[in-house]
């Protein structure tokens, strides 16, 4: 579920390299679209083949990668996903969807059941939302005595198996007691819901990354994946009817996901959020660009050493400054050509998992929590000047409706810290982070980037 270039530069890569290591070769990918079939309309007359293209320092050749065996939409074609994720030969579904395809209340982490298309699908209609397809999925697989299956999120969520599992059975619950009562048994002796860290670098493939492989394959791949050569798979072994031996392809198996899913999220991708939005602010058009300007990846470093790392607990054998240095190395990769207009989109979606812990976590520490507030304040600028249609954002119409005419640092600190989807009442409520993202936004505010970079060369 989720066909984007990270699943395929991901799962699909570490599944048809644990089928090479150990001779097995049962296994299969069924890729599922979401929003949009344009993967599977560039995959099904390649038979699935793609071409994953290594970019940067220590770079593996071109490689075409087979494990996925068929392609479908899941808008255009909902009743022949429920139909496979049915199938008894279906042993695993995974989710790479993004937070926004979750459809939950990031406050509560319970299923959005005010949603229309979670209604929808409650109501009867072929599925549209990745959970109702699940939920329908695991119904009919249920009534056909299809056998146990595993349901495996593969986005960059906290204890993301924990909230899948909330997620499908808010939704099974929600339908008519008649069919909630035998589903929900079902899944509770059937499905099991396993938690994951994933961590590769896949940017959006662009035409000149289509036509550099035309170059170096000889043919055309208009399904091609470019990605870093660093890629990481940690996870719960808890699988119900088999699984591929992923772990001869590298993926490493814990009891204590959560410390990497931790330290992932706001180490990683919590500064990449602040490169995205302070690069934004500074004209930079990609993640590289942006960490080569030096206050921003010196900030980068000590929102990552000095308020993230004290807050978290880092998985055994993980070296906590070691892993910082990683990220901003990775992140300088000039061969990615990743976006900040990209990595900064859903910013509603982001903020509260990659920075807002750790804002908290600094505070309940009683330390300031002085450069993750400064990611905040970039994002809220971002938000506050960009219109509705240029912000890439599932809730862009909510946030420029909670803002006022009057867009001052004081009104839109004021605005934003009171929009409830991101914020929760007792952070917002805290005199301490309202001052520092009244202090930063401000000085971006008057004094633009050059001002900004004034002040951090001087902090």
Partial sequence: MGLGAFARAHTAVFTEDAMLSTGDYGWGIIGVTQRSDAVARQLVPQDGLFTVAERGEGAAPLRVVSSIVEAISGRDTPEQVVERIAAPATKIVTLTITEKGYRFDPQTRTLDLADEDIQADLAGRPPLTAIGQVVRGLQQRATAGAGPVTVLSCDNLPANGELAATLATGFAAALPPAESGPLLAWMRDNVTFPSTMVDRMVPATTDGDLAAVERELGVRDEAAVVAEP???????????????????????????????????????????????????????????????????RSVCRRMMLEEALPSITLPAGLDGEQYCDEVLRRFANPSLGHTTAKVGSDGSQKIGLRLLTTVRGTLDAGRAPTWSALAVAAWMHHVANNPEQDLNDPLAQELQAALPADRTAGTVVTALLGFRPVVEPALAGNKDFRDLLLHWYRIIETNGPDGLGNELNHG
């Fill in 230 to 296: 660093f890629k990481q798979w940690v996870m719960e072994d808890d699988f119900a009817a088999g699984r591929p031996r992923w772990e001869d392809a590298g993926a490493l198996f814990s009891d204590d996901v959560a410390a990497w899913e931790s330290a992932k999220l706001r180490l990683l991708n919590a500064s990449h959020s602040m490169l995205a939005y302070l690069g934004l602010l500074a004209g930079r058009e990609t993640i590289s660009d942006a960490v080569a300007v030096e206050p921003f």
